[in-house]
């Protein structure tokens, strides 16, 4: 059965902190794996990687994926209240979505 | 801009009372997706439309249907809500399946659904 997995479920972090969130994935036919971020509505999307080892990068968001590991991570650097939210991963396996639990990311002013 | 627009924000209904949830998009994205998400979980797909043609994912109850009457509307149908249906629906759209090529999904507000 294909899984997704994230980790740290939950997270707590200050303000200017550098933190990374993991993504493990277990499917039969991975075709790519997307990054989106929830607040308190509707995800919205952040990347999209395809292949193992380029990093895509968004002002202090990056995230980057092994093929090898079968895993992501997304960074974020120099923390802010505003990326306080819900980080979900999800891997296309299948022409379809199999989504990760997310990670809860609490930034302290 | 582009969008994806979700009506209501906000739905109240009884036990049992059909309610009605709808999805509008200006992306004119072929495929039209419906998930429910439920507190600290990962949505769930319920069903999407590619075009006209429906598909319902296996572990779908029958109280949940759908309608796409054009390309730029989709409706989610609850014909008997339970209390174990209240969730935030969300609709997305992407450009294309993904069979085709590579396509995120980009989502609407929401519609957090209270049963009472």
């Known amino acids: 059965e294909d899984k997704v997995v994230q980790s740290p479920l939950s997270l707590v972090v200050h303000e200017g902190d550098t933190v990374t969130l993991n993504c493990s994935y277990e499917?039969?036919?991975?075709?790519?794996l997307l990054w989106y971020k929830q607040e308190k509505k509707a995800p919205t999307f952040l990347f999209m990687l395809?292949?193992s080892g380029i990093e895509k990068k968004s002002g202090r968001l990056s995230s980057i994926l092994d093929k090898k590991e079968l895993s992501s991570i997304l960074n974020i650097t120099a923390t802010q209240t505003g990326d306080s939210a819900i980080y979900l991963c999800?891997?296309?396996?299948?022409?379809?979505?199999?989504w990760g639990a997310g990670t809860k990311l609490i930034i302290k002013p | 801009d582009a969008m994806v627009i979700q009506n209501p924000r906000y739905q109240v209904t009884q036990f049992g009372k059909p309610v009605t949830l709808s999805c509008s998009q200006t992306?004119?994205?072929?495929?039209m997706y419906w998930y429910q998400q439920k507190s600290s979980q990962a949505p769930k797909l319920l069903f999407h439309?590619?075009?006209?043609?429906?598909?319902n994912e296996a572990d779908t109850p029958d109280n949940f249907q759908s309608r796409r009457p054009n390309t730029s509307f989709c409706f989610l149908d609850i014909r008997s809500p339970g209390l174990g249906d209240a969730a935030m629906y969300l609709c997305?759209?992407?450009?294309?399946?993904?069979?085709?090529?590579?396509?995120?999904?980009?989502f609407g507000p929401g519609t957090r659904l209270t049963v009472l």
């Open positions: 997305a759209t992407s450009r294309d399946l993904a069979r085709y090529s590579y396509n995120e999904q980009f």
């Open positions: 992306l004119n994205h072929n495929v």
């Open positions: 439309y590619y075009d006209k043609d429906f598909n």
């Open positions: 499917v039969t036919n991975f075709r790519s």
């Open positions: 395809t292949s």
């Open positions: 999800a891997v296309d396996s299948n022409y379809q979505l199999i």
